[in-house]
Nanobody
């Protein structure tokens, strides 16, 4: 059974940093694309970043967030720096379980097979 479990969310002031982690188990997901999405109150879930052999970021977080993966530890992280109030959201990690990486699909929720339960990030002004 595949499981993705996020941790590391919390409350931080604007300009601060947080590091989210996604621990995965049950399958060799590290061989496939993994990503982070977020959903702010009253808004649709949006793509944040994806890691395969390379990394890809939404324009809104580029230069501030860094996605990384440690296959030996079966974990994926999202280092978030220079946080802004608009970064406030529930953050979800997601993973594919098979197939080649398709660049044009990286932002689509349907591209990912497994999801974590989410972790809340709140950035105060």
């Amino acid at each position: 059974q595949v499981q993705l479990v996020e941790s590391g969310g919390g409350l931080v002031q604007a300009g601060g940093s947080l590091r989210l982690s996604c621990a995965f188990s049950g399958r060799a997901l590290s061989n496939y694309a993994m990503g982070w999405f977020r959903q702010a109150p009253g808004k649709e879930r949006e793509w944040v970043a994806t890691i395969n052999w390379l990394t890809y970021y939404a324009d809104s977080v580029k230069g501030r967030f860094t996605i990384s993966k440690d296959s030996a530890k079966s974990a994926m992280d999202l280092q978030m720096n220079s946080l802004k109030p608009e970064d406030t959201a529930v953050y979800y990690c997601a993973a594919r379980s098979s197939g080649s990486f398709i660049y044009n699909n990286r932002k689509s929720e349907d591209y990912y097979d497994y999801w974590g339960q989410g972790t809340q990030v709140t950035v105060s002004p």
